[in-house]
């Protein structure tokens, strides 16, 4: 029968409960851990879950059975037994979380053999008492052990495998060591115990009393489970810190790649340590064309055949490999195979052991920057060439000055010897001819340097186009492969132009023309009338053609090719200013200037010119040379010249007419014989002398005998604005009939055919 007497330590009930709770909120969370991780971690951490669980109830177990006291009888535990029943909840709790954990439709069936394992704990556990007493179950109070201990083994597995919070943990360890610690009391309330004599030597006795061996038990039972809570609690800080880490390092990744993918003109690619490319941001898909197609390619395919051919890709890479850095510019190719001149760097970049990774390409477009600095360079050299050919001109005026000077000595002395020799001898006269046509033909070429030095005073004229395209032929004599021919309308009209300037653009379109045939051809100059052209004012034309049969020029370069300094020759072949000098005389006429040009055909350039109202043309040629005609009245004349055998050519020539001469070699001795003389009619004087010069000269001798007649010479004019047109004036080199000419105007205060009275050579 039911032994009435027994009773239970309410302390050691106390302490089996906590333990129970303990336990199972130790075991729901080393679960939690279980669930977040993987591999030899996951196994780990559901050992330890199930040791928790399994141990922790066994714990409260053997607790509780200390708490049971049986007045005056002695109990003992068998060793097999007891160590059995710590086997078996730990297996089944193991076996039950591994189960669910990879098949939670299983959790009825896993928690229903949990409970009955560990319902098998708490019997087995029973059976291991040695006493002097029979055990007796209750049939009903056995079944609602086992349904108590089922309940809460599918409720623990379900906890296990859920998301819960620590509080949540910590409510259902409580409810479960309560479920557990009811599931051991209703069994030890179903268990009977009936009192037997005890046999001589059969009786076991413990040699700690129940109490303390129950609170050492438990003490260590709390401290196992508080290492395992601690460790859980430990990882799960660990854990999270790392996840912290993990979303920074995102974050920050995440940010860096919005970074690059969003610098669009810059090219940036990940290359692996051979070169191949790993990723790349959208600047890279811009520039470069590329899409998922690059990935794995090497990135020489960004390079020209020329820079691989050299080895230059693979190179960049061993200097950032070894300096760290490379940086360089040259021509890269798009996937169309276009090329843009690029800026490109390479950086190494290194793992933490100092090893290669990898190298980061950055590739920039620096194509207009480019073509900027080569604009600045052609704009420097057009300068330092304009720079050169203005100080060339400057030098070609001087020169010509002193030619001028030689020149006009050479000429007056040979008419004067012509006069003089003997006429019986025609060979004798036939080397005189020869001579002064030589030096009228030094006295032509002498005209277009300072045509081209802008030194001469140029004034628009009516001018017949032929006649002056056809007296520049010996001009326009080129290579052996270029042929020059000349297509003109009889009834072509004459037009208002500066004829001098006007040769000058036809020589410069001629040579253009020259230069774009390198392998010969064909330059037409032709002319034709034009009514109107819709830009012109409406009235007539003459446009002046020069075509060649070229190499032409596109439109870019057709767009800037009157544009100063703006030249397709090298270096030092052409200054750029030959189109924008013809554009700025068309201009300045009244007219302008077309350009027709197609690449492989050929370049035409029109001139357009007004035609002139009046039709008195000047000729351009030197006429026979006529007699000298004797002066109308001798004049007392005063010759000033620094140069000696101009002074005395002149001087010779005034006598020759019939003139009293005077002659002195600087504006201070010309002011000392003034002086010393009662009378001078005309002053003829240099222009460029050293201290005093013609001007200079014109004004002290306005100041000391007004009314005194000064005739201005000069081997060009470069007059200040003021004095151009106030004294007569004549031009080196000249001859006895234009010196004769320039005294008559000069004494009638007129100038005759404009304001300079130039001599002009016969063409040759």
Same mark, same amino acid.
């Not at 304009?386 to 000429?411: C, R, Y």
């Not at 006007?502 to 330059?523: H, K």
């Not at 052209?533 to 070229?550: C, E, F, I, N, P």
């Given at each position: 029968?039911?032994?009435?007497?027994?009773?239970?330590?309410?302390?050691?009930?106390?302490?089996?409960?906590?333990?129970?709770?303990?336990?199972?909120?130790?075991?729901?969370?080393?679960?939690?851990?279980?669930?977040?991780?993987?591999?030899?971690?996951?196994?780990?951490?559901?050992?330890?879950?199930?040791?928790?669980?399994?141990?922790?109830?066994?714990?409260?177990?053997?607790?509780?059975?200390?708490?049971?006291?049986?007045?005056?009888?002695?109990?003992?535990?068998?060793?097999?037994?007891?160590?059995?029943?710590?086997?078996?909840?730990?297996?089944?709790?193991?076996?039950?979380?591994?189960?669910?954990?990879?098949?939670?439709?299983?959790?009825?069936?896993?928690?229903?053999?949990?409970?009955?394992?560990?319902?098998?704990?708490?019997?087995?556990?029973?059976?291991?008492?040695?006493?002097?007493?029979?055990?007796?179950?209750?049939?009903?109070?056995?079944?609602?052990?086992?349904?108590?201990?089922?309940?809460?083994?599918?409720?623990?597995?379900?906890?296990?495998?859920?998301? %819960?919070?620590?509080?949540?943990?910590?409510?259902?360890?409580?409810?479960?060591?309560?479920?557990?610690?009811?599931?051991?009391?209703?069994?030890?309330?179903?268990?009977?115990?009936?009192?037997?004599?005890?046999?001589?030597?059969?009786?076991?006795?413990?040699?700690?009393?129940?109490?303390?061996?129950?609170?050492?038990?438990?003490?260590?039972?709390?401290?196992?489970?508080?290492?395992?809570?601690?460790?859980?609690?430990?990882?799960?800080?660990?854990?999270?810190?790392?996840?912290?880490?993990?979303?920074?390092?995102?974050?920050?990744?995440?940010?860096?790649?919005?970074?690059?993918?969003?610098?669009?003109?810059?090219?940036?690619?990940?290359?692996?340590?051979?070169?191949?490319?790993?990723?790349?941001?959208?600047?890279?898909?811009?520039?470069?064309?590329?899409?998922?197609?690059?990935?794995?390619?090497?990135?020489?395919?960004?390079? %020209?055949?020329?820079?691989?051919?050299?080895?230059?890709?693979?190179?960049?890479?061993?200097?950032?490999?070894?300096?760290?850095?490379?940086?360089?510019?040259?021509?890269?190719?798009?996937?169309?195979?276009?090329?843009?001149?690029?800026?490109?760097?390479?950086?190494?970049?290194?793992?933490?052991?100092?090893?290669?990774?990898?190298?980061?390409?950055?590739?920039?477009?620096?194509?207009?920057?480019?073509?900027?600095?080569?604009?600045?360079?052609?704009?420097?050299?057009?300068?330092?060439?304009?720079?050169?050919?203005?100080?060339?001109?400057?030098?070609?005026?001087?020169?010509?000055?002193?030619?001028?000077?030689?020149?006009?000595?050479?000429?007056?002395?040979?008419?004067?010897?012509?006069?003089?020799?003997?006429?019986?001898?025609?060979?004798?006269?036939?080397?005189?001819?020869?001579?002064?046509?030589?030096?009228?033909?030094?006295?032509?070429?002498?005209?277009?340097?300072?045509?081209?030095?802008?030194?001469?005073?140029?004034?628009?004229?009516?001018?017949?186009?032929?006649?002056?395209?056809?007296?520049?032929?010996?001009?326009?004599?080129?290579?052996?492969?270029?042929?020059?021919?000349?297509?003109?309308?009889?009834?072509?009209?004459?037009?208002?132009?500066?004829?001098?300037?006007?040769?000058?653009?036809?020589?410069?379109?001629?040579?253009?023309?020259?230069?774009?045939?390198?392998?010969?051809?064909?330059?037409?100059?032709?002319?034709?009338?034009?009514?109107?052209?819709?830009?012109?004012?409406?009235?007539?034309?003459?446009?002046?053609?020069?075509?060649?049969?070229?190499?032409?020029?596109?439109?870019?370069?057709?767009?800037?090719?009157?544009?100063?300094?703006?030249?397709?020759?090298?270096?030092?072949?052409?200054?750029?200013?030959?189109?924008?000098?013809?554009?700025?005389?068309?201009?300045?006429?009244?007219?302008?200037?077309?350009?027709?040009?197609?690449?492989?055909?050929?370049? %035409?350039?029109?001139?357009?010119?007004?035609?002139?109202?009046?039709?008195?043309?000047?000729?351009?040629?030197?006429?026979?040379?006529?007699?000298?005609?004797?002066?109308?009245?001798?004049?007392?004349?005063?010759?000033?010249?620094?140069?000696?055998?101009?002074?005395?050519?002149?001087?010779?020539?005034?006598?020759?007419?019939?003139?009293?001469?005077?002659?002195?070699?600087?504006?201070?001795?010309?002011?000392?014989?003034?002086?010393?003389?009662?009378?001078?009619?005309?002053?003829?004087?240099?222009?460029?002398?050293?201290?005093?010069?013609?001007?200079?000269?014109?004004?002290?001798?306005?100041?000391?005998?007004?009314?005194?007649?000064?005739?201005?010479?000069?081997?060009?004019?470069?007059?200040?604005?003021?004095?151009?047109?106030?004294?007569?004036?004549?031009?080196?080199?000249?001859?006895?009939?234009?010196?004769?000419?320039?005294?008559?105007?000069?004494?009638?205060?007129?100038?005759?055919?404009?304001?300079?009275?130039?001599?002009?050579?016969?063409?040759?």
């Amino acid at each position: 029968m039911h032994h009435h007497t027994t009773f239970h330590d309410p302390v050691l009930v106390a302490l089996s409960i906590l333990i129970a709770a303990l336990a199972s909120y130790t075991a729901l969370d080393l679960a939690t851990r279980m669930r977040a991780a993987s591999g030899r971690a996951r196994r780990s951490w559901l050992v330890a879950a199930a040791i928790a669980m399994g141990g922790g109830i066994w714990s409260m177990h053997f607790v509780g059975m200390l708490a049971f006291n049986l007045p005056g009888i002695e109990v003992s535990y068998d060793p097999f037994l007891t160590l059995l029943s710590l086997v078996i909840p730990i297996v089944v709790a193991a076996a039950a979380f591994a189960v669910v954990g990879r098949r939670p439709q299983a959790l009825l069936a896993s928690g229903f053999a949990m409970g009955l394992g560990i319902a098998g704990m708490h019997y087995t556990g029973m059976a291991a008492m040695r006493m002097a007493a029979l055990m007796a179950y209750d049939l009903l109070w056995v079944v609602l052990s086992i349904v108590i201990a089922i309940s809460a083994s599918v409720v623990a597995l379900w906890l296990a495998f859920r998301n %819960t919070s620590a509080v949540q943990r910590l409510f259902a360890g409580l409810v479960m060591g309560l479920a557990i610690s009811g599931m051991h009391y209703a069994a030890m309330e179903g268990a009977m115990f009936l009192p037997m004599i005890p046999m001589a030597g059969q009786a076991g006795h413990l040699g700690v009393g129940q109490a303390p061996l129950g609170f050492l038990l438990a003490g260590i039972t709390i401290v196992i489970l508080s290492i395992g809570i601690a460790a859980a609690v430990y990882d799960r800080a660990s854990a999270e810190r790392a996840q912290r880490e993990a979303d920074a390092l995102r974050r920050s990744e995440e940010r860096f790649r919005l970074l690059v993918e969003g610098i669009a003109d810059h090219a940036i690619f990940m290359l692996d340590p051979d070169g191949r490319v790993g990723n790349w941001n959208l600047g890279a898909r811009r520039l470069m064309g590329y899409r998922d197609d690059i990935v794995g390619t090497s990135y020489t395919i960004f390079h %020209t055949e020329e820079d691989c051919a050299t080895g230059a890709p693979a190179r960049a890479l061993v200097e950032a490999e070894r300096e760290g850095k490379s940086a360089i510019e040259g021509w890269r190719v798009r996937k169309d195979s276009s090329r843009f001149w690029a800026e490109a760097t390479i950086v190494a970049v290194r793992n933490e052991s100092g090893a290669i990774a990898g190298f980061a390409n950055i590739v920039r477009d620096v194509s207009e920057r480019r073509r900027a600095q080569e604009a600045l360079d052609r704009a420097r050299e057009a300068l330092m060439m304009s720079q050169k050919m203005e100080t060339i001109g400057q030098l070609t005026g001087g020169v010509a000055h002193d030619f001028n000077n030689l020149l006009a000595a050479v000429l007056g002395s040979l008419e004067l010897l012509k006069k003089r020799l003997p006429s019986g001898d025609p060979k004798i006269q036939r080397l005189v001819d020869n001579a002064m046509q030589g030096a009228q033909r030094g006295a032509s070429l002498t005209q277009r340097m300072l045509a081209f030095a802008r030194k001469q005073d140029l004034r628009p004229a009516v001018v017949d186009v032929r006649d002056l395209v056809h007296g520049m032929a010996s001009l326009l004599k080129f290579e052996a492969g270029i042929r020059v021919e000349t297509l003109f309308p009889m009834d072509l009209p004459k037009v208002k132009v500066d004829a001098n300037q006007l040769e000058l653009a036809v020589l410069n379109l001629a040579v253009n023309a020259r230069d774009a045939m390198p392998d010969g051809g064909l330059i037409t100059i032709a002319a034709r009338e034009e009514q109107d052209d819709g830009g012109l004012a409406t009235r007539g034309y003459v446009a002046l053609s020069v075509s060649d049969t070229g190499c032409g020029m596109d439109d870019d370069t057709l767009k800037h090719a009157q544009e100063p300094f703006f030249t397709t020759k090298g270096v030092g072949k052409g200054t750029g200013l030959g189109l924008s000098m013809v554009h700025g005389l068309a201009e300045q006429s009244g007219g302008r200037l077309v350009l027709k040009s197609r690449p492989g055909e050929g370049t %035409t350039a029109d001139i357009w010119l007004p035609i002139a109202e009046e039709m008195a043309v000047p000729d351009l040629r030197a006429e026979a040379p006529a007699p000298v005609p004797r002066a109308s009245r001798q004049l007392a004349v005063l010759v000033v010249d620094d140069d000696l055998l101009v002074l005395e050519n002149t001087a010779v020539m005034l006598e020759d007419l019939g003139h009293t001469v005077l002659a002195a070699r600087s504006g201070e001795e010309a002011l000392d014989l003034l002086r010393r003389t009662r009378t001078i009619d005309l002053v003829v004087t240099d222009y460029a002398m050293p201290g005093m010069t013609g001007l200079q000269l014109a004004s002290a001798v306005a100041a000391e005998r007004p009314g005194t007649v000064i005739l201005l010479s000069s081997g060009y004019v470069d007059l200040p604005s003021d004095t151009r047109s106030s004294l007569p004036r004549l031009s080196k080199p000249f001859d006895q009939a234009a010196l004769a000419k320039a005294v008559e105007a000069a004494m009638r205060q007129e100038e005759p055919s404009g304001s300079i009275v130039a001599f002009r050579p016969k063409s040759a």
